[in-house]
């Protein structure tokens, strides 16, 4: 039996911000979530501001930026002096929100779930991983294992994959995750260290550019989130150590070394995008999709990107108003812009910030001070890290 419902895998940002969007316009949608409750994870904690345009349009932006930290500014520096500073007030005419929000992507799914959990069409199933996808013309069946690890096959006429970068959805289907894996991991390490009184001219979203170990400090209400590149031949037990995270703090201003640590995270740093990110009655979004480097904060708004993109056409062809073959505009439009936008400025991020070439330095500093210095150039700039400019180019795409 189908389910005339739409079914999407994961309840992280991406797979919760379409189905509010899709709740919204009157279609049942249900949710399986392999774990049994929502993340608690930070990870992603930068929200760009057509985001928060998006999401206010949604009805979660106000409590949202409330629970969070205002950044208009973000800056580059070396470790002695900065570079040049961006002020998004420079775009105000372009978006509601002259800035970037620093927030946990956990508040927003807490947000969007709170107020989603009482809608009739709303459906959320907690403890239900998607194991498996088979599709045919009429509809999608999804296999499911719950807590006590027993099958199950549920069938509908629709399935968003938004179940991470190891997504099943993706695996099942086949389609290619093309890209490569950087050989350095990233450790984040938290700590509520007031930054502010011992590094002169600070704002909150500041990368640092170094040839010996490039980093950035991101504020995020309490504390700070610091990140460092680990040489591959690091242990993850040594990298994920408290005494390794002081080590690392204490390179930051000569003198303090001893920090309160609050948590520790190393990671793999992927850039990778799918061959297709639609493939018959089923979707990929956000991590499913394509993953890169945190390094200018555009994976998880990158994702919501795709998961209001594709909502909206599907939200169409569900009510009738245009046919099927528009939901394949949702893969040439969010799939292009992954690859000329998000992994091509990931990339070059990291690239700028551990230059080790006195010239490639030099390049760099002297580019990032010449667009600070001209307005035009640094509206210009700030439209595309914001990227207000992506979703130009999506549109243009057709």
């Known amino acids: 039996m189908i389910e005339e419902r739409v079914f999407i895998a994961g309840a992280g940002p991406v797979g919760l911000s379409a189905a509010a969007h899709i709740v919204h316009h009157g279609i049942p949608v249900t949710v399986f979530e392999a ?25 979660f932006a106000k409590e949202l930026v409330g629970q969070g930290l205002v950044a208009p500014k973000f800056q580059y520096r070396t470790r002695k ?36 959990q009482n809608e009739a069409n709303f459906r959320i199933e907690f403890g239900r991983r998607v194991e498996d996808v088979t599709q045919d013309a009429n509809g999608v069946t999804v296999r499911l294992t719950g807590p006590d690890g027993r099958s199950e096959e549920r069938r509908a006429p629709w399935l968003i994959g938004a179940d991470g970068a190891g997504s099943n959805v993706r695996r099942s289907l086949g389609i290619e995750f093309e890209g490569f894996t950087w050989p350095e991991r990233f ?52 990298a994920t150590s408290r005494a390794f995270a002081q080590v690392a703090l204490a390179t930051l201003v000569p003198g303090i070394t001893n920090y309160e640590i609050v948590h520790v995270t190393l990671y793999r740093v992927h850039q990778r995008v799918a061959k297709t990110f639609r493939l018959g009655r089923v979707f990929l979004a956000g991590d499913a999709a394509h993953i890169n480097n945190p ?41 292009l812009i992954t690859l000329e936008y998000v992994q091509k400025h990931t990339v070059q991020n990291k690239r700028n910030l551990e ?6 330095q030099a390049r760099f500093r002297n580019e ?10 640094t509206r210009d700039y700030l439209l595309r890290v914001s990227m207000i400019a992506s979703l130009s180019r999506a549109a243009e795409l057709g």
Do not use: C
């Open 35 to 59: 774990s049994e409750t929502l993340s608690e994870e930070s990870r992603a904690s930068t929200f760009h501001p057509p985001t928060l345009d998006m999401l206010d349009d949604l009805g």
């Open 368 to 377: 990032m001070q010449r667009v600070a210095a001209d307005p035009a150039l």
């Open 81 to 116: 002096s900065v570079i040049a500073e961006f002020d998004f007030g420079a775009i105000a005419d372009k978006t509601r929100h002259p800035h970037r929000l620093q927030s946990e992507q956990f508040k927003l799914t807490r947000i969007i779930h709170n107020k989603l």
């Open 295 to 335: 390094l200018g904060g555009m994976g998880m708004n990158g994702g919501i990107h795709d998961a209001l993109n594709l909502a909206q056409r599907l939200t169409d062809v569900w009510h009738g108003k245009v046919a099927d073959a528009e939901l394949d505009r949702y893969d040439k439009q969010r799939r």
């Open 187 to 238: 450790l984040v390490v938290s700590t509520p260290y007031d930054f502010y009184k011992v590094v002169p001219n600070l704002v909150p979203v500041t990368y640092v550019a170094d040839p010996v170990q490039w980093h950035f400090f991101l504020q995020i209400p309490g504390m700070w989130r610091m990140m460092f590149p680990i040489a591959p031949e690091v242990p993850d037990e040594t």
């Open 355 to 360: 230059a080790r070439e006195p010239e490639e």
